[in-house]
């Protein structure tokens, strides 16, 4: 058993073996990027081999597609069926999200590889689900990165293929010939593009595109037009509308400057979601917030109100949701994120899970309370309505069902969830200007409060939750120097995680000390 065995020399050809793993999420074209990589290795005199692992739960589906190559020799060499950490000479990232994967798996090494990854995003379902800001901070991914690998292309491979009428493996493509990675010519990458047979002049226009970032060889983009606040928000529509409208405008515009543009956007958005006579409504809020502001304060306390008042004002309900899928550029923003063109037929399923609360809230004001008080007509509205509905839009007789619904706009107002919100609304409102004459600071962090409710069925219900949690802690917190520290600190909390476990900790804290 302790018998020294003698030392074999490893074969000389093994360091000739070519390591590549492309990190795509589904849809991105791994799988063509990688057919494209083997047909050009065997139309080079390489045997080659290519495997894939797909993914799950990670967007639509994260693969690690494989693949190695070697020069034919008299002895086929046997290949590896997945990458290993400390192994790979060159890593292809279609994502900043899977460049990070790829350093934390070990698979970018600073001996070796060359890590060719796009900067733009498209977002887990981690970062999507977080209450708050829930978007990975990119620029840490692209400092480790930097360290990790021996040779760095990053660029919005998306953006520029995109930009050339194709998609990103194309792109991406470009730059893996660009780096010089791989020992083949450039004519060689786009004969198998040619090969594929399709889409193949869009897909050699992103190709070059990503072959001249990977050199460094792209065009300075010009500045982005600054939009004139002015025109911003500038409408078309009858003479009798408009004169409403520019009336509106007219009252916005004698607002301090410090809450002029926001009031603007906030009066843009409640009338867009109701009619004129509601922006009228909104400046009269803001114009009670105003009154009890100052220029001394910065007006802060009305920059936030023309924020958040709008934001309540602007709920969204079954009407708002019917109205946002039935809109035309809805539909025409589908059809170019598909890529679809005038002769492609699109599919489109619209997924429904109404609650029962949902359907008393479309009633009007008094039914509505009584049959929302009424367990038992509540459980027949659960019994008959929650259950998930797909819905074919693309077909008429969902599609003018919806389109009916969310014309209800004049009726809105008359309904019993639009009296719930309307009292909530001033409830909110009346105890944060309870507290403008004794802490100004606190009433600003009160009023940013209403940024934990938005959404609607269990995702309006769970920051209403929150809400309410918070404002109760913040009543514990009246009349300490440093409330209006910790009120802000209990709402960051509370963006932190659905669960609500580290506001449950804050609050802890909060009743530890008062």
């Known amino acids: 058993m302790n018998l020294v065995l003698p030392q074999k020399t490893p074969d000389a050809r093994v360091g000739e073996i070519t390591k590549l793993a492309v990190m795509a ?44 190559m070697a020069p034919k020799s008299a002895l086929e060499p046997v290949f590896a069926l997945a990458p290993a950490a400390g192994d790979v000479d060159v890593l292809i990232a279609a994502e900043m ?45 692209r400092a480790a990165a930097e360290i990790a690998a021996q040779k ?22 470009g730059a893996l010939a660009g780096s010089g990675a791989l020992p083949f010519r450039r004519e060689a990458y786009e004969n198998a593009i040619r090969a594929g047979g399709k889409g193949v002049e869009p897909s050699l226009r992103a190709f070059a595109v990503g ?72 400046l009269d809020r803001l114009y009670t917030v105003l009154a009890r502001d ?63 609360d949902e359907i008393a809230g479309l009633m009007p004001a008094r039914l509505g309370a009584k049959v929302e008080a009424s367990e038992k ?49 001033d409830s909110w409102l009346s105890r944060c200007l309870a507290e403008v004459e004794a802490d100004y600071d606190s009433a600003v962090e009160l009023v940013k409060c209403r940024r ?5 069925s269990d995702t309006h219900a769970r920051g209403l939750g929150k809400f309410d949690k918070v404002m109760d802690a913040a009543a514990l917190l009246r009349g300490r120097k440093d409330a209006a520290q910790w009120i802000a600190r209990l709402r960051e909390a509370a963006l932190q995680d659905t669960e609500g476990k580290a506001l449950d900790g804050a609050i802890a804290t909060v009743r530890s000390f008062v």
């Open 25 to 68: 999420v589904g849809g991105q074209g791994g799988g063509v990027l990688t057919g494209w990589i083997e047909s050009m290795a065997r139309a080079e005199g390489y045997v080659c081999q290519a495997t894939s692992v797909a993914g799950v739960a990670q967007r639509t589906g994260a693969t690690i597609y494989y693949v190695e």
């Open 97 to 141: 999200m899977e460049v990070g994967r790829a350093v934390m798996r070990g698979f970018v090494t600073p001996d070796r590889t060359t890590l060719i990854g796009s900067t733009h995003r498209a977002l887990a379902v981690s970062e999507k689900m977080a209450p708050g800001d829930g978007i990975a901070n990119a620029d840490e991914v």
């Open 152 to 173: 760095l292309v990053l660029e919005d491979m998306e953006g520029l293929a995109v930009g050339a009428g194709s998609v990103i493996s194309a792109s991406l493509f």
């Open 211 to 282: 072959f001249d970032a990977a050199q460094g060889r792209l065009p300075n983009a010009a500045p982005a037009p600054v939009e004139d606040p002015e025109t911003a928000f500038r409408l078309a529509g009858p003479d009798a509308l408009q004169s409403q409208w520019d009336a509106l405008v007219t009252r916005a515009d004698a607002l301090p400057e410090a809450v002029h543009d926001l009031a603007f956007a906030g009066l843009a958005k409640v009338v867009n979601y109701q009619d004129c006579a509601y922006g009228t409504l909104y």
């Open 294 to 356: 100052s220029a001394a304060q910065d007006w802060r306390l009305s920059a936030a109100a023309a924020k958040y008042i709008a934001n309540a004002m602007a709920y969204d309900d079954v009407i708002r949701v019917a109205d946002l899928k039935t809109r035309a550029p809805r539909f025409a923003h589908i059809r170019q994120e598909m890529r679809a063109g005038d002769a492609n037929l699109m599919q489109l399923t619209e997924y429904f899970h109404p609650r029962a």
């Open 377 to 425: 007509w509540m459980a027949r509205l659960n019994r008959w309505f929650d259950k998930g509905r797909r819905l074919r839009t693309d077909r008429l007789p969902a599609f003018l069902m919806l389109h009916v619904l969310g014309g209800l706009k004049g009726y809105r107002l008359k309904t019993h969830r639009h009296a719930i919100e309307v009292a909530h609304l």
């Open 452 to 456: 934990l409710i938005k959404g609607y």
